[in-house]
């Protein structure tokens, strides 16, 4: 093959991958597969995205306080506007979700939408129940409590 022809042949597929880059970085975040590249204003750095079928996209910022029982957590939406915070501990457990429990997967929001009574569904199930962190205070007691549907 000719030198120009070499490099006609290149730059097809130079154009093919970039066309193909696109689509597949979509389809990698939409599956978790991949964080997004940038992330809206105000979410933290430390921020997990998450991609749902049932809650859309959501960034998950969540710790485990050891020393007070409890996981520390903000939620942004894709906008970025906060649609959960606060303590949370495992419902009916009375503790807080291990490291390897602490799978954030999608928010029930509180009532009236109030960031600080939303519900945190956990990735992962045990006896096929699934994981719900619930808002605590300082005390650990859960706050307002509503049922999920």
């Not at 597929?13 to 940038?38: C, D, E, H, K, R």
């Not at 959501?58 to 996981?71: E, G, H, I, K």
């Not at 490291?99 to 954030?104: A, F, I, K, Y």
């Not at 009574?117 to 005390?139: E, H």
Request: proline share 6%.
């Amino acid at each position: 093959m000719s030198r120009a022809g070499k490099h006609i042949v290149l730059t097809v597929v130079a154009v093919l991958l970039l066309g193909l880059s696109y689509p597949i970085y979509v389809t990698g975040v939409a599956f978790n597969v991949w964080q997004p590249l940038i992330r809206p204003l105000g979410v933290s750095r430390r921020a997990r995205h998450v991609s749902t079928f049932k809650g859309g996209r959501t960034w998950f910022d969540c710790a485990v306080d050891s020393r007070r029982n409890v996981n520390v957590c903000q939620v942004w939406d894709e906008q970025g506007r906060l649609i959960a915070f606060g303590k949370y501990r495992v419902d009916g457990e009375n503790r807080a979700a291990t490291r390897n429990e602490l799978r954030p997967h999608y928010v029930h929001p509180g009532p009236n939408e109030d960031p600080k009574l939303a519900w945190i569904i956990l990735a992962g199930s045990r006896d096929g129940r699934s994981f719900t962190l619930v808002p605590v205070n300082d005390a650990g007691q859960p706050l307002e409590r509503f049922e999920v549907h």
